[in-house]
């Protein structure tokens, strides 16, 4: 039997792992954290009351910690876990963790993984995990595979490039999204929402989904990923180039831009699929509403 040890058991993502591997018979659970009225009591888990008892006859360890502690306890994992055992980061910027695990003793197997998707994902769909080989390609994936394995692992081959990828992906999507619900919260009427279309309405729910991630994670997003500058001074530039057509109102620069928009998208996504499963996302909201109205 194994024994995991989650470290940042009371954090949302903790917990999900918890959760995750809580009916494996194959594993024993043990839990750490630094606060631990924040760790959910349920049977078959053993809440470690000190760090170094939690880590040191673990078989594999789980840091789901904040960024910028990651480094150190990386650090402090490595000199007291037992020979054949596994450290593994989940974090969602790697520049430091990656760089901290590559120094790792050669007897614990570094596991460098971003699971992509939020504590409120459910076990039961087919979920993401980036996955950045630190050493030793084919054993660190197999590992990877065998915990997680109705997943769709796909593999990045640096801490560089994933951190560049996250720039847009997570770091350009997070900063317009609280922008527009700054924008938003701003304005004075409270019942936008109500006179809103479809496109608001996903919008808001997107943006207020975000906003529900932890204040630290959204901090790091900006300030740890050393790509996230760059994309958003693409950003602003673009911003300021549309602002001034608008203000001009240089009608037909404006429409050759967004037809240029639209023809470079079109190489590669179906635009009037996007639009189809808009509404049947709508269709499904519309549906939980009646039911709750129901209720």
């Known amino acids: 039997m194994k024994e995991i040890a989650v470290i940042g058991a009371g954090g949302r993502m903790g917990s999900w792992i918890i959760k995750y591997f809580l009916n494996n018979k194959n594993v024993r659970i043990k839990a750490y954290d630094k606060n631990m009225n924040s760790i959910e009591r349920q049977l078959n888990i053993k809440i470690e009351l000190d760090f170094n008892e939690c880590v040191r006859d673990s078989d594999i360890v789980f840091l789901c910690i904040p960024l910028k502690i990651i480094p150190q306890t990386i650090a402090e994992c490595s000199k007291i876990m037992k020979p054949n055992s596994v450290l593994i980061d989940i974090a969602s910027i790697k520049n430091k963790s990656f760089k901290s695990l590559s120094k790792i003793q050669n007897y614990i197997s570094p596991i460098c993984i971003h699971p992509m998707f939020g504590p409120g994902a459910s076990r039961d769909e087919r979920l993401k995990i980036l996955f950045i080989p630190v050493r030793n390609y084919r054993k660190e994936f197999q590992i990877v595979k065998q915990l997680f394995q109705n997943f769709e692992i796909l593999p990045i081959e640096s801490a560089t490039k994933h951190d560049h990828i996250m720039g847009v992906v997570l770091g350009l999507t997070h900063y317009m999204n609280i922008i527009f619900a700054d924008v938003i919260a701003s304005q004075q009427f409270k019942d936008l929402k109500f006179y809103a279309g479809n496109t608001f309405r996903i919008q808001c729910i997107l943006s207020e989904s975000i906003l529900n ?22 950003f602003h530039k673009k911003y300021l180039d549309y602002y001034q057509m608008i203000n001009e109102k240089n009608d037909e620069k404006l429409a050759r831009q ?25 269709n499904l909201l519309c549906k939980e509403d009646k039911y709750k109205n129901k209720k």
């Open 258 to 282: 967004l037809k240029n928009i639209k023809s470079s998208i079109e190489e590669h996504h179906d635009l009037n699929s996007s639009y189809v499963k808009m509404y049947q996302f709508v």
């Open 213 to 234: 991630d932890d204040t630290e994670l959204l901090n790091s997003l900006f300030i740890e990923n050393p790509f996230i500058k760059k994309e958003l001074r693409n």
